[in-house]
């Protein structure tokens, strides 16, 4: 019986077996570099619109001079990355139109998400000739607990399911509410969501209710689920996601964090379709050794 | 001074967060325990009152959540002048629901539980019907030769592109529909539509997927740009 050979070279693990049992951990680090450095330097790429992310400009665009519109935050802020780019975005938007905005929220932290986005399109200097004022130009009516109910019930009567504004006043009171009694006296709805309450409980019981038209900005996880009711014209525009904010903020002329950021998506994906090539070689070839 | 050390504590408590990326540990339960307290001490307050308040005790004629000049107001026109006293009914069907924290009278919680359920079914029934099943099948009824006209004449490549576009819309629709029809066994040319549809399915969830991804890339984005601009001052 012959003896193994202590000289031979041993057949250890190859480097795609390795790699198949690579340390997740790893992979984070590789993904942080990737979403971070690109923050250092500004990387230019192109953003292609679209054709929801132009419908959505374009819907307010094509509205009239001093339109009333109706906002609603349905978010909260771990969503913020995604839609308060999109919201100051379509708050300076809307007040270059000299639209009326009033400014309501499902969630109870959107009122104050719609506050921040409102301080940063109010600082915008090409609004400071306007002299934007509260009550006047624009009312935020703060939070209401209720889901669909509500906006069932804004459809009969809109004061008494919010008989006061975030700041406590009375909402009859305030001069951009006069006249309003439900969603036939608004010209357009927008919406902004990331899960429940959201778009698709606004298409439910406002649009297809009401007759109103309305956009959405939604986030990239829900949405797939929405996108049909742009399709079927539900929704006159939609956007989705930190791309979605870009595509706005370019269709737009208004550079933000949208556009900001995309470099470190980019990146970022890029770095995800690496590992998920490499881990499929990996395990295929770790198989026909197997 | 005061921005600063809030900053700095938001600063530590996302590395907390962040660090059961490397594994669980006592910092990050840590972080994770402040996390759901804060959360559930504020979602309590700002219901309190946003919403209980306005919505209960001021329309039963007790001063809440509006302030002074708002109910002086509502007085003057006349809104408060009847109090909506309907408005206890919704309150003790709240108080009921409370009852499911003492065992010995839990079974009151399920009264309205029972209500909210019924009339949350009867109201999304319609909406559902309406929005999700009737004008999504009458949208998806498409011609599968769809001619395009530009400036007037017929555009061939337009008129291709969008027939393409609606047999995709339509085909996917009838073999997704036929993959969850289990009534016909799998095989033959249903088989192979059904195999179609699983193809159709498969993408769709690629899809989903590939937005989940970019999605949950922005929220680190956004505190990895919180970490190096706002509390170190690393970005300009």
């Known amino acids: 019986m012959s003896q193994p050979n202590p000289s031979a070279p041993t057949l250890g693990p190859g480097f795609w077996e390795k790699f198949a049992l690579l340390d997740r951990r790893i992979i984070f680090a590789f993904i942080f570099l990737g979403l971070a450095l690109p923050l250092f330097y500004t990387i230019r790429q192109p953003i292609p619109v679209s054709p929801e992310g132009r419908a959505y400009y374009q819907s307010i665009e094509n509205l009239p001079a001093g339109s009333k519109v109706l906002l609603s935050f349905d978010y909260d802020p771990p969503s913020s990355p995604e839609l308060q780019p999109m919201a100051e975005a379509t708050f300076k938007q809307l007040f270059t139109k000299n639209c009326k905005l009033v400014v309501i929220g499902l969630w109870p932290q959107g009122p104050q998400q719609a506050e921040q986005a409102l301080a940063t399109a109010l600082r915008d200097p090409r609004f400071k000739d306007k002299k934007l004022e509260y009550g006047v130009n624009y009312a935020n009516l703060g939070y209401m607990a209720g889901n669909e109910i509500v906006i069932q019930k804004m459809n009969a009567d809109i004061i008494s399911t919010f008989p006061s504004d975030y700041k406590g006043n009375a909402t009859a009171s305030l001069p951009i509410m006069r006249g309003v009694r439900n969603y036939k006296n608004f010209d357009f709805i927008i919406n902004f969501s990331s899960g429940f309450v959201g778009t698709r409980e606004w298409v439910q019981f406002c649009v297809d209710r009401s007759g109103a038209k309305m956009i959405a900005g939604n986030t990239a996880v829900q949405a797939p689920e929405n996108y049909p009711y742009f399709r079927s014209g539900q929704l006159k525009g939609l956007l989705a996601g930190m791309k979605g904010a870009a595509e706005y903020e370019t269709v737009a002329g208004q550079p933000g964090k949208g556009i900001s950021f995309m470099g470190s998506q980019s990146v970022a994906h890029l770095v995800v379709i690496l590992f998920v090539i490499l881990g499929n070689i990996a395990y295929f070839v770790s198989r026909r050794k197997w | ?236």
């Not at chain 2, 109090?83 to 069907?93: M, R, S, T």
């Not at chain 2, 999504?136 to 009824?141: G, N, P, T, V």
């Not at chain 2, 970019?214 to 740009?225: E, G, K, V, W």
């Open chain 2, 1 to 236: 001074m005061p921005g600063m050390v809030s900053l700095t504590l938001a600063g530590f408590l996302t590395l907390g967060i962040m660090s059961f990326v490397y594994k669980d540990n006592p910092i990050y339960k840590f972080c994770e325990s402040i996390f759901i307290g804060v959360s559930a001490g504020y979602y309590f307050v700002l219901i309190f009152y946003q919403s209980l308040l306005p919505q209960l005790t001021d329309k039963i004629g007790l001063t809440g959540a509006l302030t002074d000049s708002a109910l002086a107001y509502y007085r003057q026109s006349g809104s408060l002048a009847s109090v909506q006293w309907f408005n206890l009914i919704a309150a003790v069907l709240g108080m009921m629901m409370l009852m499911r924290l003492l065992p010995k009278i839990g079974w009151i919680s399920r009264w309205p539980l029972a209500f909210v359920i019924g009339s949350i079914a009867g109201l999304k029934l319609i909406g559902e019907l309406q929005t999700n099943i009737m004008t999504q099948i009458q949208k998806s009824i498409l011609p599968l030769w769809a001619p395009q006209y530009v400036d007037g004449s017929l555009s061939l490549a337009a008129s291709i592109g969008q027939s393409l576009t609606n047999i995709v819309l339509v085909g996917g629709i009838l073999t997704g529909v036929i993959y969850f029809f289990f009534s016909k066994e799998h095989k033959g040319v249903f088989g192979g539509a059904a195999r179609v549809g699983i193809w159709f399915l498969m993408v769709t969830f690629g899809a989903a997927f590939g937005l989940t991804v970019m999605s949950r890339m922005s929220l680190l984005i956004a505190r990895i740009d919180f970490l190096l601009r706002d509390w170190l001052h690393l970005l300009g």
